[in-house]
């Protein structure tokens, strides 16, 4: 789990959107835990249970860049087909400033929401603001308010470790997703 979370780290970009999905203990702060400690945070990582989401800030931004995610959604300027919000940010100084600025990560646990209202009133909308990566654990407890995620990690546990599913809802899950399956192809298994 730790692994997979270092690797998710490596094809996330700005604005991604993760749920993760899993039954109490599946390991779903672990993998998050694993995207964090590969892109150089050492402190500790913890479910934020009672205070529902915990920022997280990576200066060196090891994450992977606009230019060739575009180049696999096969991009060109005209094509307005991709909604994610950082195919708005199509100017060279958009990117540039986009890319010289720190990563935010926020790890949201919303296990204890007793409404989705709830993530209103912490304000959402000033988290995901389209630049910051959410990893999101316990996301049926935000449904309605929560946005789309464009990957869902589905964990369920096996005698022997878990199983992993991975599910795209966007087209940059889709590339993400493609990513994390040939990494495997050719590298080690999970
Ligand atoms: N692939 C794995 N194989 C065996 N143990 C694992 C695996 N992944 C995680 N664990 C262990 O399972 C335990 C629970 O993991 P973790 O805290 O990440 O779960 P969680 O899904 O975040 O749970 P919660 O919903 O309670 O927050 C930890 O002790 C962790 O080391
Ligand atoms: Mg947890």
Not at 21 to 34: E, I, M, N, P, Q
């Amino acid at each position: 789990m730790t692994e997979l979370g270092a690797k998710l780290a490596m094809v996330s970009v700005p604005g991604t959107i993760v749920y993760l999905d899993g039954d109490l203990g599946a390991g779903k702060t672990t993998l998050v835990r694993g995207f964090l400690r590969s892109q150089g945070y050492s402190g500790a990582v913890k479910s934020p249970t009672f205070t529902v989401v915990e920022p997280y800030t990576l200066d060196n931004n090891k994450f992977y860049n606009y230019n060739e995610l575009e180049d696999d959604l096969k991009l060109d300027g005209d094509n307005n087909s991709v909604t994610h919000s950082i195919s708005n940010k199509n100017t060279e100084s958009d990117r540039e400033q986009i890319e010289s600025q720190v990563q935010r990560v926020y790890h949201f646990d919303l296990y204890r929401l007793e409404d989705p209202e709830e993530l209103e009133y912490i304000g959402i909308r000033d988290y995901l603001d389209g630049h910051a990566i959410a990893l999101v654990e316990w996301p049926e407890k935000g449904y309605g308010v929560l946005p789309q995620a464009d990957l869902i990690i589905k964990i369920t546990h096996q005698k022997q470790g878990r199983k992993v599913e991975l599910q795209s809802h966007s087209e940059v899950g889709t590339v993400i997703v493609s990513k994390l399956v040939s990494n495997e192809r050719n590298k080690s298994s999970i």
